[in-house]
């Protein structure tokens, strides 16, 4: 495995990892930290304490969302699968040839290896937070397509970013999953508005996108009767002591989640047991029993909602399919 220091166009540093013949690491995080201790102090010393819910996402978390995804009451992933399954073709045939295909966030390892098959993009550009995760998801899919190559970028996405090299090819992006919904309306318009922006003329969208549908569909996508969504929300506390050196213990919290009807979004809550006081980054932030972390919001669109909003940001005509139960769609914006 062999380690280069390059430049990106605009002059900034990137760590450039050659890991297989068709796989090369791009290694943006050495620019500035993706996981930032001060911004987990902010969030904490806020009247209303949060956590972004980036921080899920150290490799056990990448870990656990994984199993997350395999549970029989997280719909999301089966009905994604059926749509993919079912419209595969439609979809490559918009792609069209010799595209370069940008997926932010390296999601379940399925559903990239049926967009390869179908697509046969000439370039893979995977984004994801978690490097290790990301790095171990690229190296699956390049032992399986030994003639696609990938190049792998370990990026905050959410930000605004330059990609290290110019593809020089048609930019398709895909953004699949929920994890639209983790931003507010606000948020998501000016995701979809830099996402426009990055792709440049003629790129193209795959966005999946959360229907709204009843409460108790989502209730129990988001408490599984095995606790496995549990454990990933109170992962967050191990990965905060990892990285501020906190003394968090996540026997004193527990998960909380719901469907707001009037906000049309589920938001998860880590509630504290008991009183306690906790040392993060030097600072004692103090708790009272039931007060509550927020660490992530899941918005749920109307077809009207999510065209609107692409409309919005720029893009124009959409093709959208859905599954049988119309849990889950998947819109291809140009």
């Not at 893979?124 to 937070?129: N, S």
């Not at 999510?306 to 599954?323: H, M, N, P, R, Y």
């Amino acid at each position: 495995m062999a380690i280069l220091w390059d430049k990106t166009s605009q002059g900034r540093a990137v760590k450039k990892v050659f890991v297989k013949p068709n796989l090369t690491l791009f290694d943006l995080s050495s620019n500035e930290p993706l996981f930032s201790p001060k911004e987990v102090l902010e969030g904490l010393l806020e009247s209303e304490k949060r956590l972004s819910s980036k921080f899920f996402y150290d490799q056990v978390g990448s870990d656990l969302f994984q199993k997350i995804t395999e549970l029989p009451e997280y719909y999301l992933t089966n009905s994604e699968i059926e749509i993919l399954h079912n419209n595969l073709e439609e979809i490559s045939d918009l792609v069209g040839e010799n595209a370069a295909v940008i997926e932010f966030g390296s999601g379940p390892p399925l559903k990239s290896r049926m967009l390869m098959k179908a697509i046969k993009p000439s370039l893979y550009l995977p984004l994801d937070i978690s490097k290790s995760y990301l790095l171990e998801a690229s190296k699956r899919l390049a032992r399986e397509f030994s003639w696609l190559q990938i190049r792998a970028i370990c990026v905050d996405y959410t930000r605004a970013f330059q990609l290290p090299f110019d593809p020089e090819k048609k930019r398709v992006g895909c953004f699949l999953g929920s994890s639209l919904g983790n931003f507010n309306k606000s948020k998501a318009l000016d995701f979809l508005i830099r996402t426009k922006k990055f792709l440049g003329h003629g790129g193209e969208l795959l966005l999946g996108v959360d229907m709204k549908k009843s409460a108790e569909i989502l209730d129990l996508a988001y408490n599984d009767s095995e606790g496995i969504t549990a454990r990933f929300n109170l992962n967050i506390l191990d990965h905060i002591n990892q990285l501020c050196a906190a003394r968090f213990d996540p026997a004193n919290f527990v998960h909380l989640a719901g469907y707001d009807e009037n906000l049309g979004c589920v938001q998860m809550h880590l509630v504290s047991e008991v009183d306690q006081k906790i040392s993060v980054l030097d600072t004692e932030i103090s708790f009272s029993k039931g007060e509550k972390i927020h660490t992530e919001d899941s918005y749920k669109y109307s077809c009207k909602e999510i065209e609107g909003l692409a409309l919005q940001a720029g893009f124009s005509k959409s093709v959208s399919w859905f599954d049988n139960k119309k849990y889950f769609g998947l819109f291809y914006f140009s």
